[in-house]
C-alpha cells in the first residue's frame, strides 16, 4: 500500500512539474520601461557609441564617456580635453580598472562595484568612479548605458527564422523579461519558470 501512495506521489510531482505558467504583466512591464527610460542626451550617447557614461563635481564639474572599442574622452573642466585610445579592462576585487596614456601623462581610470548617488542622480544602478590624471583624483558617479527598448518582455516564436510548433510545449512558447531598473531577467522555458 505504501508503494502505491509513494509512486502516486512522485508521479502527481512530475505532472505537474510543468503546470507553472510564468505570467508577466504587460501593463506593469509598460509602466517599468517608462520610468527607466533615460534622458534624450544618455540615448543620444548610447546610440553613438558610448558604453560608460560617468560625470562628477569634486574637485571641480566633470565627463567621462568611455566606448570601449573607439577610446575614452575626458572633460575636466580645469583642463583641456582628454581623449585616450581603448585599453582592456583590469578586474579587481569590487572594481574595474582601465590606466590610459594621455597627452598630460597616464590617466587612471576606476569603476567600483559600490553603488553611488548624487544630487542630481538618485539610481541605485550608479557606480562610484575615480579618475586620477597626474595628482589630481576626480571623484563621482557613473553607470553602464544601455538599450533601454530591450526592457520587455521576449517570446521565442522561432528559431533560425523557423517558426516553432506550439505542440512542442506544455503550456506557453518560452517567454524572457528583462527589468533594467531591477537588473533582473525572469523567464519561462516552456515547462518551468526560471
Do not use: H
Not at 568611455?66 to 575626458?74: I, N
Not at 585610445?85 to 597616464?106: F, N, Q, R
Not at 553603488?115 to 579618475?131: F, I, R, W
Request: proline residues 4%; hydrophobic residues 40%; aromatic residues 12%.
Amino acid at each position: 500500500m505504501w508503494r502505491i501512495v509513494f509512486i502516486s506521489t512522485v508521479l502527481s510531482f512530475l505532472l505537474n512539474a510543468c503546470n507553472t505558467i510564468y505570467k508577466a504583466d504587460a501593463k506593469k512591464s509598460a509602466a517599468t520601461r517608462l520610468a527607466i527610460t533615460p534622458p534624450d542626451s544618455i540615448v543620444i550617447k548610447e546610440r553613438n557609441g558610448t558604453e560608460f557614461f560617468a560625470y562628477g563635481s569634486r574637485p571641480v564639474q566633470w565627463t567621462l564617456e568611455m566606448d570601449l572599442e573607439k577610446g575614452f574622452t575626458f572633460k575636466p573642466a580645469d583642463g583641456r580635453l582628454l581623449i585616450a585610445s581603448p585599453v582592456s579592462v583590469s578586474k579587481l576585487a569590487g572594481a574595474e580598472m582601465y590606466e590610459v596614456k594621455t597627452d598630460l601623462g597616464p590617466m587612471k581610470i576606476t569603476v567600483y562595484k559600490d553603488g553611488c548617488a548624487t544630487s542630481l542622480n538618485e539610481n541605485k544602478t550608479s557606480q562610484k568612479v575615480e579618475v586620477t590624471l597626474r595628482d589630481t583624483r576626480y571623484t563621482g558617479c557613473g553607470e553602464y548605458l544601455y538599450n533601454y527598448l530591450l526592457n520587455d518582455i521576449w517570446i521565442l516564436e522561432s528559431i533560425n527564422s523557423k517558426a516553432l510548433l506550439s505542440t512542442a510545449y506544455e503550456k506557453q512558447f518560452p517567454v524572457m523579461e528583462f527589468n533594467l531598473e531591477k537588473n533582473k531577467m525572469f523567464g519561462y522555458n516552456g515547462c518551468s519558470n526560471m
